[in-house]
């Protein structure tokens, strides 16, 4: 069957560097994708999404890569700061006759050392 | 503010036990869902409901009921014949099915004693 994954469980960032969290997806009739982002013993958050008419979106500190050659999302956090640990967990979406048929992965757990 | 409640935010449940979660929206979103959270899983769909009076099936529906009776709110009955029901259970609305744009509760962790 179809399915989300991503490639590390746990990522360490040194605070103000760089994080980059990927997603592997597997459905290429996936037409819309959400990051979102879940703090300990809380819901989830949306962060950003992407629709697979568009290879880049930018956010605050947050910019979203889609790459549909390989099927392959990633989520870039800029100067990564203490309060973005949490796990981040990708979303896929499909247009299943009107209705959205969403898929999430398991997500990756961002620590950030101070 | 407009959100999603989820109650009680810690619950526990001896075997043979049904328990039920609360989930409450004043969002004025018609559509709304459980989930279910497992270490090393992404979140699994147990009911959703389009619309006040309508449920459907989820993917992992067994040995869980639900009810909507009014558009604010939908409450999941974990039942005695779940025979694993330790998870985190999250609710979620969106303005329509048709419509990505999910919120989600604060979940309700569910532990079996």
């Known amino acids: 069957g179809e399915s989300v994954g991503l490639h590390l469980p746990t990522l360490s960032v040194q605070e103000g560097d760089n994080s980059i969290i990927n997603c592997a997806y597997s459905n290429s009739a996936s037409d819309y994708f959400i990051w979102y982002k879940q703090e300990s013993g809380k819901g989830p958050q949306f962060i950003i999404d992407?629709?697979?008419?568009?290879d880049k979106r930018q956010g605050q500190r947050v910019t979203v890569l889609l790459n549909k050659t390989v099927k392959h999302l990633s989520l870039q956090i800029a100067a990564t700061q203490p309060g973005d640990s949490a796990v981040y967990f990708c979303?896929?979406?499909?247009?299943?006759?009107?209705?959205?048929?969403?898929?999430f992965g398991t997500g990756t757990k961002l620590q950030v050392i101070p | 503010d407009g959100g999603i409640t989820q109650s009680p935010k810690y619950l526990f449940r001896k075997e043979g036990q049904n328990v039920t979660l609360s989930c409450e929206q004043n969002l004025n979103h018609d559509a709304m869902y459980w989930y279910r959270q497992d270490p090393g899983q992404g979140l699994r769909l147990i009911y959703y409901s389009q619309i006040v009076n309508d449920f459907q099936k989820g993917d992992i529906a067994e040995g869980y009921s639900v009810s909507r009776e009014k558009k604010e709110s939908f409450p999941l009955t974990v039942t005695s014949a779940q025979k694993n029901p330790t998870a985190f259970y999250l609710c979620?609305?969106?303005?329509?099915?048709?419509?990505?744009?999910?919120?989600f509760g604060s979940g309700t962790r569910l532990t079996v004693v």
């Open positions: 992407i629709r697979s008419n568009m």
């Open positions: 979620a609305s969106s303005i329509d099915r048709a419509n990505y744009g999910y919120t």
């Open positions: 979303a896929e979406n499909i247009d299943s006759g009107g209705y959205q048929k969403v898929t």
